[in-house]
């Protein structure tokens, strides 16, 4: 949960740091500006405040890990509800429209989170984990969408170290399978979920694996 806190933190203040120009860059979701990004991490802010008060009576039937699943296609943006994103990016028509909501929404969701009791059983997509699961497999959510916010911002901060480590623990408990030592965990987390294509001398050191990318989770 700690680690919940820290990178959804940095993550809002990569966010509140962006220029208005910044919002019109793509970002590393595909078929998504900044902006409709940020809109999404407002979307996303929302789901935890809504799991986080849905408590459940049954035993849990997922952890951080099973809580993702696998697909085979990566996202192209043309999803219905990743186009509605953008629709609902665009109607925020100022920036500043766009950070305030996440400043108030994100708040109140790393509030909530602090605050639940870590055993609470929760429900969301129609599965069952403890409290301290579900903002676990946040990690994951948090870090990776850090890397898509600075994906084309040069010299802007990446996530922080301890959620990078974190998150590529999970991506390879995801995947069972084990990223080469000599990945760093950022690029462990951008080749491995095909934000950035493997370079022929990744490749080599990749070996089979390499056939096996990107893994899509979601």
Not at 12 to 32: I, K, N
Not at 140 to 145: G, M, N, P
Not at 176 to 186: E, I, L, M, T, V
Request: proline content about 6%; hydrophobic content about 45%.
């Amino acid at each position: 949960m700690d680690l919940y806190s820290l990178t959804w933190s940095a993550l809002r203040t990569a966010v509140a740091e962006l220029t208005d120009e910044d919002f019109a860059r793509p970002s590393g979701c595909a078929g998504w500006l900044v902006r409709d990004l940020v809109c999404h991490l407002i979307i996303d802010a929302q789901d935890v405040l809504i799991t986080l008060v849905t408590p459940a009576v049954t035993k849990p039937t997922r952890t951080a890990v099973t809580y993702w699943e696998v697909s085979e296609t990566p996202p192209t943006g043309d999803d219905p509800l990743d186009a509605l994103t953008v629709r609902l990016a665009a109607a925020y028509e100022e920036p500043g429209l766009l950070k305030f909501h996440l400043d108030d929404v994100g708040s109140a969701a790393g509030r909530a989170a602090a605050l639940v009791d870590p055993l609470l059983h929760v429900s969301t997509r129609n599965e069952v984990l403890t409290a301290d699961d579900y903002l676990s497999a946040y990690v994951l959510e948090w870090t990776l969408h850090h890397l898509d916010l600075i994906a084309y911002l040069p010299g802007a901060a990446d996530p922080p170290a301890a959620g990078l480590a974190r998150s590529r623990e999970m991506l390879q408990e995801i995947a069972g399978k084990s990223f080469p030592a000599s990945f760093s965990d950022k690029d462990t987390l951008l080749v491995g979920t095909g934000r950035r294509a493997p370079t022929e001398a990744d490749a080599a050191v990749l070996g089979r694996l390499a056939a096996e990318l990107p893994i899509v989770v979601g």
